[in-house]
């Protein structure tokens, strides 16, 4: 099927091309267009001082600085082409935005142009549209996910009264070797190459052994060790950049943790709670919200799994592609806050560009799947945006504004698809079961609520 417009627009359009616009758009494949485009030579005369001026910031030439080279050297060295190209890519993102608007054409991803053709007064243009693929039927989401159990286990409770023990814990000296749980009072230091590390150097620290603090080996190092005893050793100091440091330390004395007892009366006493019985229903409950979470984590993960499974979704390939490339840039920028360059990432976890781009597709495609599950939920619901989710859409587009309307505009459309799909996953969730692996249904409304309570309160 072949629709063309020539000459003026349909009735009803705004002309966003001038009157001598022509354009096809072709049904390519069943998540493709291609949006054939004439150019009247005229129509880009206005883009070419700022396509000149856009090369000429990038461009090296000897005897003048970027941005200030004249017009017809540009034109010069680059050619009449390569600035017609630019004035395209200037001139064609709004009028792009028009036509699909009036045309009712949701792209998935950014249109990507083709090719470039010029003629004697006019420039033919071959711009590919990629759609979101659509679900026919949805997949049964009335599913059964098994799960770990939330109950909290007697040891999880003894450890957590613990904690609270030891918050009021006294410490006592004693004339014997250091215990996992004690606290040992030592002096650190480092030398790299003879040469003392002054940033990791420590007088008269009380290090609490099997914190796992400092050094990788210190803990193990320190057990068993007596009062008065100097220890080396060889570590890695990563937060220091240094490999290979020798670690020196002396034991000065040992301190025994000493937690006080447990007592109803010393509840009363020296916490918000009045006995030991209402201690340990609190910390119950504390622990079982946490491990809900965790649950709800992996539902969510499982359920997933199952209905991407059962969707069999082909994507496009472009739209794979962004994707991909979405997800890189993230990881990139993570790493980058870390002082981490994505060659030294190859490097310490031993993995390949390869590995990676395999990674990155199982990513994008199980993340599109599960949009394109989300929105066939929207579309049979009918699932609305409410007062309170275009309020918080709108305070956010107040930070985000700026004098571009067709991206003020995109964003805007993607956090109110974003929001949308949110209120369809609740739904998704709701719909399937959590049941842990004694049989008993696992009850994790309440973890969706407070989510939902999060999203409205940023």
């Known amino acids: 099927m072949v629709q063309e417009v020539a000459g003026s627009n349909p009735v009803g359009h705004p002309p966003y091309l001038g009157e001598q616009l022509k354009y096809k758009i072709k049904n390519t494949s069943d998540f493709e267009k291609e949006l054939d485009l004439k150019v009247d030579n005229k129509d880009l005369e206005e883009y070419k001082d700022e396509a ?50 009036d045309e009712e054409i949701n792209p998935a991803t950014r249109p990507v142009i083709k090719k470039i053709e010029k003629k004697e007064k006019n420039f033919e243009i071959d711009v590919l549209i990629t759609l979101w693929p659509k679900l026919s039927k949805l997949p049964k989401l009335e599913q059964e996910v098994e799960v770990e159990s939330i109950k909290p286990t007697e040891e999880e409770l003894d450890d957590q009264i613990d904690r609270v023990r030891t918050q009021f814990a006294e410490v006592s000296k004693v004339e014997r070797p250091v215990q996992s749980g004690d606290y040992a009072l030592v002096n650190i230091s480092a030398k790299k190459n003879n040469n003392d590390l002054k940033d990791f150097n420590f007088q008269d620290y009380l290090y609490e052994v099997g914190s796992n603090t400092l050094t990788a080996q210190l803990d193990s190092k320190l057990e068993a060790v007596s009062p008065g005893a100097i220890v080396k050793f060889n570590e890695n100091l990563p937060q220091l950049g240094e ?68 969707a069999k979704i082909d994507l496009p390939e472009q739209l794979v592609i962004a994707e991909m490339d979405s997800i890189l840039q993230n990881f990139i920028n993570e790493l980058a806050q870390n002082n981490i360059k994505l060659e030294d990432y190859f490097q310490v976890t031993g993995l390949t560009e390869e590995t990676l781009r395999e990674d990155l597709n199982k990513q994008a495609t199980r993340n599109l799947t599960m949009v394109v599950i989300l929105d066939k939920v929207i579309e049979d619901l009918d699932i609305k945006l409410e007062d309170e989710d275009n309020a918080v859409i709108d305070e956010h587009m107040k930070s985000h504004d700026n004098e571009d309307d067709v991206e003020n505009t995109t964003h805007r459309l993607n956090l109110e698809a974003e929001s949308l799909r949110n209120k369809a996953m609740i739904h998704v969730l709701k719909s399937g079961s959590s049941i842990d692996k004694n049989g008993e249904k696992v009850y994790l409304q309440d973890v969706y609520n407070q989510d939902t309570d999060t999203r409205e309160e940023e």
């Open 52 to 101: 000149i001026k856009r090369i000429s910031k990038n461009l090296k030439i000897k005897g003048f600085r970027p941005g200030k080279i004249p017009p017809n050297i540009v034109t010069r060295e680059v050619g009449e082409d390569a600035i017609n190209e630019e004035a395209i890519e200037l001139f064609l993102p709004e009028k792009l935005f028009s036509i699909l608007k």
């Open 243 to 310: 490999e290979n440091v020798e670690v020196t330390v002396l034991v000065k004395e040992v301190r025994e943790k000493i937690l006080p007892d447990l007592t109803d009366e010393w509840v009363s006493e020296t916490t918000e709670f009045d006995d030991i019985k209402n201690l340990k229903e609190e910390l119950e409950k504390n622990i079982e919200m946490i491990k809900k979470r965790q649950v709800a984590s992996q539902y969510q993960a499982e359920l997933t799994n199952k209905l991407i499974e059962e």
